[in-house]
């Protein structure tokens, strides 16, 4: 916004600069610099401010951020420099004016508070806290087996309950149950200890103090600490921060002495206790644990049990396969993670046939382990090898990521098929589909373990097997010192066929270091740190297919580049200090190339031309797009990339209906030098963002026809009403997503019923986000008594489960009929400053409005909001309510049962902020009884 306002300030000023400036300055440079230096601090406010408005308003959404008190008071000078220069604007045409502003008086005031902004933006560091003072997460846990589970789970939590001990060491060999133990743990102080706080870190044989002090320093909210280098000041300010929050700290799978003091000193704070698992006796004495606890491995029983627990023996198996079964599980000894990971592998099967040959194959002495293998890894081999061949190379993949590294499932399946490790014969969304059933198999028969809906990661054990397999033709290299010994001795490093390098130190590949690596396809450089690389270090490696340099700091690729001839994939995404390119004629072969969030502004033309084969594009929106070129390529499946207006988008879809186009991400806008967003990964499926263009005399159904995800914001033209706006439309709408903001003229979604009962523009529709709108007046408009209800088959938003509204500031009622929406979960109003009433029964229709699926209801900073319904709500799915300065609100309208008064059984908590509590005190109640009811599960926000 502030860009436009800034353009059209500057186009008046200049029109006048030519009559004035001659006649009134000498120094005709000086004041052109002085118009050049304000214009150019000016654009990178507006930047500046349109990105942080963007990360903090999605992040906001969750429910779970905020932002920052500085962050918003920013925003708020951002906004009054908007305003002055939106009055300055104005009064161009004044002599008055000019007199004043070519003098120096406004420009040299209006150039200080720009650049003040600016420079206060460059140090928020976060831009958003926690909405609530997090306490700890609760983790994903297995069952526990065994008595001597149980007996370690209540000693510890004795030891814990007990104030003469403050540090526990839990000790056993690999995968023997360690981490399963101290995530229970993890989850019973969250449980039975509210006033606890606990925070578990994994520690790992590759860590730094400085990575472990970030951890525990974003726990407490600490950000004061990511600005400070020096370890003992860092360690100061943790043990200030630790101190008194009653803290558990849970460090796990340590594998050598940590410097406690360097973390705040945790052993030496009241009420801090300390949690330590480890594979070694001697290490927990070393780090000074007062109680030691030794996980053992499971008998044979329990080891049994557990074999059947993970099978999911709820189906009968036949008793000879019952018999084969508890031989396989015997042949695991008791411990856990090879019984879970054996168990896994056998899931689902029931032919005795299989059975009895799989047991034939384990017991096999061939596959026997050598004294420097771990027990466990003779289980972990079998289940591998009875992998097909991409279930196997997708898994050995992930063992190119660091110990512990918590891998997002979206970009691992990415990754493998990119470079080609599942079927490439299938189309792209096909191979997606294919990639995701791989990961969760391997999820399934435990080889790796789910973090959360996100992420997976790998056992240390499991990682360790992977390694084993593909010694010496996998590399993973996580410090500079090994980084620089391989390209400079070359030792050891002629067979590789995979690298990745993840160094967390800064790293330069200088002239004269490469990698003598023949046989290598695969080269992973995440570096962030990385800012150079010289020419040399492509130069040995000719059959390199895969190269991936996600997130580096480069500013320049080397010419070198240009040679590699057999490169298949090219992802620089995130590489966001990266202007240019080298030609990239010669690389034929090229079927992906993602140059995303790069500040590549524009590349050679006919450059596509030369990638015959290229399957999938992704361009920085920094870029217009060459749609000419892209439809030119015939094995196109996936674009990412910006075009110019609504018709050269309708070209890219005139082509992509007779070519494989069927998956893409695109941004209209047509003003270049925009700042890049990157890719939107929340995500997986097809989206089109209109922004800051005029929609005027554009026909605007293309944007509803195979686009599950719309975004319009800062347009003009947009139409009163969407009906009115999309009055083309020909056939129902595919738009399931839909998010408004900052757009001047729309007024409400539906002004016509009948309309949109004959062409359902909104009826597939599932969330809506509408922000910052200053015409909107209400949802439905010109809608009541007087018109007939649709018939229920004919509901206009019988798929809508989220609503999402905020900064409408000229709606005063919503404007929500009381039966249009069967399967709402979710409603938020957000700082609607006029809004009064929410849903409006008419004459007629009913004592109780039914919302039978309504989860969630959040109503924030409403000051003016009498009422949220003008009847009762009966709400039968209703799980939380949250309230934030609604003062005007004199009755909450939850239906209560009249036979037997209770609120909603489904109801677990109400929120009120600090400060509300009278306002809570007063609300009235149809029954007395009622406010009594709810009050167990009021709770206060202290966050202001």
């Not at 007939?788 to 989220?802: D, G, H, N």
Request: with cysteine; glycine share 4%.
């Amino acid at each position: 916004m502030l860009n436009q306002i800034t353009n059209s300030f500057f186009s008046k000023l200049m029109e006048k600069f030519v009559d004035y400036a001659f006649n009134t300055f000498a120094d005709k440079k000086n004041l052109e610099s002085t118009l050049k230096t304000l214009k150019n601090n000016l654009d990178l406010l507006s930047q500046k401010a349109f990105d942080v408005k963007e990360k903090i308003n999605n992040a906001e959404l969750s429910g779970k951020k905020k932002r920052k008190r500085e962050v918003e008071e920013w925003l708020k000078q951002v906004n009054i420099i908007e305003n002055e220069v939106c009055r300055l604007g104005g009064e161009v045409e004044t002599q008055g004016f000019f007199g004043k502003f070519f003098n120096g008086d406004q420009a040299t005031q209006l150039n200080a508070k720009v650049h003040q902004l600016v420079d206060r933006s460059q140090h928020f560091g976060e831009l958003l806290v926690d909405v609530y003072e997090t306490r700890g997460e609760e983790l994903l846990t297995t069952k526990l087996c065994g008595k001597g589970f149980k007996a370690n789970l209540k000693r510890i939590w004795n030891l814990l309950e007990s104030d003469e001990v403050s540090s526990v060491g839990i000790y056993g060999m690999g995968g023997v149950g360690k981490t399963a133990l101290v995530k229970h743990i993890n989850n019973i102080i969250l449980e039975k200890r509210k006033e606890k706080r606990v925070c578990l870190i994994t520690v790992s044989q590759v860590f730094s103090i400085k990575k472990l002090q970030d951890e525990i320093a974003h726990f407490v909210g600490l950000s004061g600490l990511f600005n400070e280098e020096n370890e003992e000041r860092r360690a100061a300010r943790l043990n200030r921060a630790i101190t008194g929050k009653n803290v558990v700290l849970i460090l796990d799978d340590v594998w050598e002495n940590i410097c406690l003091e360097k973390l705040g000193d945790p052993l030496h704070i009241k009420d801090c206790k300390l949690i330590l698992t480890t594979r070694s006796l001697e290490l927990c004495c070393r780090m000074g644990c007062q109680e030691k606890v030794q996980v053992q491995k499971l008998h044979t029983d329990e080891a049994w049990d557990l074999f059947k627990q993970t099978i999911g023996l709820d189906m009968a198996l036949a008793p000879e396969v019952e018999k084969i079964a508890k031989s396989m599980a015997k042949v695991c000894d008791g411990l856990p993670l090879g019984i879970i990971v054996l168990a896994g592998s056998m899931r689902d099967e029931t032919s005795i046939h299989v059975w009895r040959d799989e047991l034939d194959r384990l017991m096999d002495p061939s596959i026997g382990q050598d004294d420097e293998e771990d027990e466990v890894f003779k289980i972990l081999k079998y289940s591998f090898d009875r992998l097909d061949e991409n279930h196997r190379l997708c898994f050995l993949r992930c063992s190119l990521y660091p110990e512990d590294f918590k891998i997002i499932k979206q970009e691992l399946v990415e990754r493998c098929i990119s470079e080609e490790l599942v079927n490439k014969r299938k189309s792209r969304r096909s191979q997606l589909d294919h990639g995701h059933s791989i990961l969760n198999k391997l999820i399934k028969i435990c080889l790796l373990e789910e973090v959360n809906a996100y992420l997976v990661k790998m056992h240390d054990l499991v990682r360790l097997m992977a390694l084993k397999i593909t010694k010496r033709k996998y590399m993973v290299i996580s410090e500079s010192r090994s980084l620089k010994e391989v390209l400079t001795k070359g030792e050891g490093i002629k067979d590789l066929e995979k690298v990745c390098l993840m160094c967390k130190d800064d790293i330069e590949i200088l002239d004269g270091m490469s990698l003598d690596c023949p046989d290598l396809t695969t080269l992973i450089c995440q570096q962030y740190n990385l800012k150079f690389i010289s020419d040399s270090f492509f130069s040995r490696l000719d059959n390199l297919c895969f190269l991936n340099l996600y997130g580096s700091g480069i500013e320049k690729l080397p010419n070198s580049l240009s040679n590699l001839e057999q490169l298949k994939s090219l992802d620089l995404s995130y590489c966001r200090n990266l202007a240019d390119i080298p030609d990239l004629g010669k690389l034929k072969k090229l079927k992906e190339l993602n140059l995303c969030a790069t500040k590549i502004a524009k590349l050679p033309q006919g450059l596509f031309l030369n990638f015959p084969l290229l399957q999938v594009l992704c361009l920085p929106y920094t870029m217009k797009a060459p749609v000419e070129e892209i439809v030119s390529l015939k094995c196109l499946e996936e674009f990412d990339g910006r075009v110019e207006n609504v018709s050269e988008l309708n070209k890219l879809f005139t082509y992509r209906k007779s070519q494989f186009v069927d998956m893409f991400q695109i941004l209209v806008f047509g003003q270049v030098g925009e700042s890049d967003r990157g890719r939107d990964y929340l995500y997986d499926d097809n989206l089109v963002e209109v922004r800051g263009c005029d929609l005027k005399n554009e026909d605007l159904s293309v944007l509803v026809h195979d686009i599950p995800f719309l975004t319009l914001t800062e347009c003009k033209g947009l139409s009163n009403s969407l009906p009115n706006a999309f009055a083309r439309l020909s056939k129902p709408s595919s738009v399931y997503f839909l998010k408004i903001c900052d757009c001047q003229d729309i007024e409400c979604l539906l002004d016509n019923l009948e309309y949109e009962s004959r062409f359902p523009l909104l009826r597939n529709l599932e969330r809506i986000i509408l922000r910052g709108l200053p015409n909107f007046i209400a949802f439905f408009q010109n809608i009541g008594a007087a018109i007939q209800p649709p018939p229920p088959q004919a509901i206009v938003f019988s798929s809508l489960r989220s609503f999402y509204i905020t900064e409408c500031n000229r709606m005063r009622k919503l404007g929500l009929p009381s039966s249009t929406f069967p399967n709402l979960e979710k409603l938020e109003i957000v700082k609607c400053n006029e809004l009064e009433e929410i849903i409006e029964v008419q004459e007629g229709e009913g004592q109780v409005v039914s919302l039978p699926k309504l989860k969630v209801l959040f109503l924030w900073e409403l000051p003016r909001l009498k009422s949220i319904c003008n009847t009762t709500m009966s709400c039968d799915s209703i799980e939380r309510i949250r309230f934030k300065r609604c003062p005007e609100l004199k009755k909450l309208p939850l239906h209560f049962d009249p036979t037997s008064p209770s609120p909603p059984h489904t109801l677990k908590e109400i929120w009120i902020m600090r400060g509300d509590e009278e306002w809570w005190e007063s609300l009235e109640w149809d029954h007395p009884t009622h406010s009594h009811l709810l009050q167990p599960l009021v709770k206060v926000d202290d966050n202001p």
